[in-house]
T-cell receptor
Framework: EDQVTQSPEALRLQEGESSSLNCSYTVSGLRGLFWYRQDPGKGPEFLFTLYSAGEEKEKERLKATLTKKESFLHITAPKPEDSATYLCAVQPKWVSGNQFYFGTGTSLTVIP | EAQVTQNPRYLITVTGKKLTVTCSQNMNHEYMSWYRQDPGLGLRQIYYSMNVEVTDKGDVPEGYKVSRKEKRNFPLILESPSPNQTSLYFC???????????????FGPGTRLTVT
Protein backbone atom coordinates (compact mmCIF):
# COMPACT_ATOMS: atom_id res chain seq x y z
CA GLU A 1 0.00 0.00 0.00
CA ASP A 2 1.29 3.46 -0.89
CA GLN A 3 2.02 5.53 2.20
CA VAL A 4 3.43 8.89 3.12
CA THR A 5 4.67 9.53 6.67
CA GLN A 6 5.92 12.85 7.97
CA SER A 7 7.95 13.42 11.11
CA PRO A 8 8.02 14.98 13.55
CA GLU A 9 4.35 15.91 13.96
CA ALA A 10 5.35 19.17 15.61
CA LEU A 11 8.62 21.06 15.94
CA ARG A 12 9.49 24.12 17.97
CA LEU A 13 12.68 25.98 17.08
CA GLN A 14 14.37 29.07 18.34
CA GLU A 15 14.89 31.72 15.70
CA GLY A 16 18.14 30.86 13.90
CA GLU A 17 18.13 27.21 15.00
CA SER A 18 18.40 25.08 11.84
CA SER A 19 16.61 21.73 11.54
CA SER A 20 15.09 19.23 9.10
CA LEU A 21 11.63 17.84 8.46
CA ASN A 22 11.25 14.31 7.15
CA CYS A 23 8.85 12.76 4.62
CA SER A 24 9.22 9.02 4.11
CA TYR A 25 7.26 7.29 1.40
CA THR A 26 6.54 3.79 0.20
CA VAL A 27 5.16 3.87 -3.33
CA SER A 28 5.46 1.62 -6.34
CA GLY A 29 7.61 3.99 -8.37
CA LEU A 30 7.61 7.74 -7.84
CA ARG A 31 6.51 10.20 -10.49
CA GLY A 32 6.92 13.26 -8.26
CA LEU A 33 7.17 14.45 -4.65
CA PHE A 34 5.87 17.82 -3.55
CA TRP A 35 6.36 20.08 -0.56
CA TYR A 36 3.68 22.59 0.39
CA ARG A 37 3.38 25.18 3.14
CA GLN A 38 0.03 25.73 4.86
CA ASP A 39 -0.74 28.70 7.09
CA PRO A 40 -3.64 28.45 9.57
CA GLY A 41 -7.01 28.87 7.86
CA LYS A 42 -5.51 28.90 4.36
CA GLY A 43 -4.98 26.51 1.49
CA PRO A 44 -1.62 24.83 0.94
CA GLU A 45 0.93 26.82 -1.04
CA PHE A 46 3.42 25.11 -3.33
CA LEU A 47 7.11 25.10 -2.42
CA PHE A 48 9.01 22.41 -4.39
CA THR A 49 8.69 19.48 -6.78
CA LEU A 50 11.30 16.69 -6.77
CA TYR A 51 11.35 13.94 -9.36
CA SER A 52 14.36 11.68 -8.81
CA ALA A 53 16.75 10.57 -6.08
CA GLY A 54 19.63 12.98 -5.60
CA GLU A 55 17.66 16.00 -6.70
CA GLU A 56 17.79 19.15 -4.57
CA LYS A 57 15.85 22.42 -4.74
CA GLU A 58 16.35 25.63 -2.75
CA LYS A 59 14.30 28.69 -1.98
CA GLU A 60 15.45 31.27 0.54
CA ARG A 61 15.96 29.43 3.86
CA LEU A 62 14.44 26.17 2.59
CA LYS A 63 16.15 23.29 0.83
CA ALA A 64 14.42 20.08 -0.24
CA THR A 65 16.27 16.86 -0.98
CA LEU A 66 15.13 13.45 -2.22
CA THR A 67 16.36 9.88 -1.81
CA LYS A 68 14.72 6.65 -2.94
CA LYS A 69 12.80 6.35 0.31
CA GLU A 70 12.48 9.81 1.82
CA SER A 71 12.67 13.53 1.37
CA PHE A 72 13.98 16.16 3.75
CA LEU A 73 13.03 19.79 4.03
CA HIS A 74 15.97 21.58 5.59
CA ILE A 75 15.30 24.94 7.22
CA THR A 76 18.39 27.09 7.74
CA ALA A 77 18.33 29.89 10.32
CA PRO A 78 14.52 29.98 10.49
CA LYS A 79 12.56 33.12 11.25
CA PRO A 80 9.18 33.44 13.00
CA GLU A 81 7.50 33.94 9.61
CA ASP A 82 8.54 30.38 8.69
CA SER A 83 6.03 29.11 11.26
CA ALA A 84 3.46 27.00 9.38
CA THR A 85 2.48 23.42 8.68
CA TYR A 86 4.62 21.79 6.00
CA LEU A 87 2.96 19.10 3.90
CA CYS A 88 4.53 16.44 1.74
CA ALA A 89 2.65 14.80 -1.16
CA VAL A 90 3.59 12.07 -3.61
CA GLN A 91 2.30 10.85 -6.92
CA PRO A 92 3.11 7.23 -7.71
CA LYS A 93 3.82 6.32 -11.33
CA TRP A 94 0.93 3.89 -11.51
CA VAL A 95 -1.83 6.46 -10.82
CA SER A 96 -3.41 8.99 -13.13
CA GLY A 97 -1.78 12.39 -13.41
CA ASN A 98 -4.22 13.94 -10.97
CA GLN A 99 -3.98 11.59 -7.98
CA PHE A 100 -1.89 12.55 -4.97
CA TYR A 101 -1.23 11.14 -1.52
CA PHE A 102 -0.49 13.55 1.30
CA GLY A 103 1.25 13.09 4.62
CA THR A 104 -0.29 14.52 7.77
CA GLY A 105 2.19 17.37 7.96
CA THR A 106 4.73 18.85 10.36
CA SER A 107 3.63 21.88 12.37
CA LEU A 108 6.62 24.20 12.73
CA THR A 109 6.77 26.97 15.31
CA VAL A 110 9.73 29.36 15.29
CA ILE A 111 10.11 31.31 18.51
CA PRO A 112 11.67 34.80 18.38
CA GLU B 1 -4.69 37.32 -10.55
CA ALA B 2 -4.35 33.55 -10.98
CA GLN B 3 -6.49 31.89 -8.36
CA VAL B 4 -8.85 29.16 -7.24
CA THR B 5 -12.00 30.42 -5.58
CA GLN B 6 -14.43 28.50 -3.39
CA ASN B 7 -17.85 29.42 -2.07
CA PRO B 8 -19.06 29.50 0.57
CA ARG B 9 -16.08 29.82 2.90
CA TYR B 10 -18.10 28.77 5.93
CA LEU B 11 -21.27 26.70 6.05
CA ILE B 12 -23.31 25.27 8.90
CA THR B 13 -26.10 22.97 7.85
CA VAL B 14 -28.28 20.14 9.15
CA THR B 15 -28.21 16.46 8.39
CA GLY B 16 -29.84 15.57 5.09
CA LYS B 17 -30.07 19.06 3.59
CA LYS B 18 -28.47 19.00 0.14
CA LEU B 19 -25.67 21.48 -0.45
CA THR B 20 -23.20 22.47 -3.14
CA VAL B 21 -19.75 23.96 -2.69
CA THR B 22 -18.56 25.76 -5.79
CA CYS B 23 -15.00 25.86 -7.10
CA SER B 24 -13.68 27.94 -9.96
CA GLN B 25 -10.20 28.48 -11.41
CA ASN B 26 -9.03 31.12 -13.89
CA MET B 27 -5.77 29.45 -15.02
CA ASN B 28 -7.19 27.22 -17.77
CA HIS B 29 -6.03 24.14 -15.86
CA GLU B 30 -7.12 20.71 -17.07
CA TYR B 31 -6.91 19.01 -13.69
CA MET B 32 -9.11 19.79 -10.71
CA SER B 33 -9.59 18.00 -7.38
CA TRP B 34 -11.49 18.09 -4.14
CA TYR B 35 -9.88 17.26 -0.79
CA ARG B 36 -11.03 17.11 2.77
CA GLN B 37 -8.68 17.86 5.65
CA ASP B 38 -9.24 16.39 9.08
CA PRO B 39 -6.98 16.54 12.16
CA GLY B 40 -4.61 13.58 12.26
CA LEU B 41 -5.69 12.36 8.83
CA GLY B 42 -4.23 15.03 6.60
CA LEU B 43 -5.50 15.89 3.14
CA ARG B 44 -7.48 13.13 1.48
CA GLN B 45 -8.61 13.25 -2.12
CA ILE B 46 -12.38 12.95 -2.60
CA TYR B 47 -12.79 13.24 -6.37
CA TYR B 48 -10.64 14.44 -9.21
CA SER B 49 -11.18 15.48 -12.80
CA MET B 50 -8.76 15.22 -15.70
CA ASN B 51 -10.82 17.45 -17.99
CA VAL B 52 -14.39 18.39 -18.92
CA GLU B 53 -16.77 15.46 -18.40
CA VAL B 54 -13.91 13.26 -17.05
CA THR B 55 -14.09 12.60 -13.31
CA ASP B 56 -13.00 9.77 -11.05
CA LYS B 57 -13.12 8.73 -7.41
CA GLY B 58 -10.32 9.50 -5.01
CA ASP B 59 -9.73 7.82 -1.67
CA VAL B 60 -12.86 8.99 0.16
CA PRO B 61 -15.71 9.50 -2.38
CA GLU B 62 -18.62 8.08 -0.34
CA GLY B 63 -21.38 10.64 0.19
CA TYR B 64 -20.08 13.09 -2.42
CA LYS B 65 -20.80 13.87 -6.06
CA VAL B 66 -19.04 16.06 -8.57
CA SER B 67 -19.54 17.29 -12.10
CA ARG B 68 -17.27 19.02 -14.62
CA LYS B 69 -19.38 20.63 -17.30
CA GLU B 70 -17.02 23.56 -17.87
CA LYS B 71 -13.25 23.59 -17.67
CA ARG B 72 -13.12 26.31 -15.02
CA ASN B 73 -15.74 24.95 -12.60
CA PHE B 74 -15.81 21.82 -10.44
CA PRO B 75 -18.64 21.87 -7.88
CA LEU B 76 -18.81 19.43 -4.95
CA ILE B 77 -22.28 18.17 -4.09
CA LEU B 78 -23.37 16.61 -0.82
CA GLU B 79 -26.84 15.25 -1.50
CA SER B 80 -27.57 14.12 2.07
CA PRO B 81 -24.88 15.49 4.39
CA SER B 82 -24.10 13.67 7.62
CA PRO B 83 -22.13 14.80 10.70
CA ASN B 84 -19.11 12.73 9.65
CA GLN B 85 -18.76 15.05 6.65
CA THR B 86 -17.95 17.94 8.96
CA SER B 87 -14.53 18.95 7.72
CA LEU B 88 -12.37 21.54 5.97
CA TYR B 89 -12.66 21.19 2.20
CA PHE B 90 -10.18 22.35 -0.42
CA CYS B 91 -10.46 22.57 -4.17
CA UNK B 92 -7.26 22.43 -6.22
CA UNK B 93 -6.25 22.74 -9.86
CA UNK B 94 -3.13 22.03 -11.91
CA UNK B 95 -1.85 21.70 -15.45
CA UNK B 96 -1.79 18.37 -17.27
CA UNK B 97 1.86 17.26 -17.42
CA UNK B 98 1.26 14.18 -19.55
CA UNK B 99 2.80 10.87 -18.56
CA UNK B 100 6.21 12.13 -17.44
CA UNK B 101 5.70 15.44 -15.71
CA UNK B 102 3.44 16.33 -12.84
CA UNK B 103 2.73 19.94 -12.00
CA UNK B 104 2.04 21.56 -8.67
CA UNK B 105 -1.51 22.10 -7.50
CA UNK B 106 -3.01 25.49 -6.73
CA PHE B 107 -5.39 25.36 -3.79
CA GLY B 108 -8.43 27.40 -2.96
CA PRO B 109 -8.88 29.10 0.42
CA GLY B 110 -10.99 26.30 1.86
CA THR B 111 -14.60 25.79 2.94
CA ARG B 112 -15.28 24.92 6.55
CA LEU B 113 -18.39 22.77 6.69
CA THR B 114 -20.25 21.83 9.85
CA VAL B 115 -23.12 19.33 9.67
CA THR B 116 -25.29 19.10 12.79
Amino acid sequence: EDQVTQSPEALRLQEGESSSLNCSYTVSGLRGLFWYRQDPGKGPEFLFTLYSAGEEKEKERLKATLTKKESFLHITAPKPEDSATYLCAVQPKWVSGNQFYFGTGTSLTVIP
Amino acid sequence: EAQVTQNPRYLITVTGKKLTVTCSQNMNHEYMSWYRQDPGLGLRQIYYSMNVEVTDKGDVPEGYKVSRKEKRNFPLILESPSPNQTSLYFCASSLDGGSNLVYEQYFGPGTRLTVT
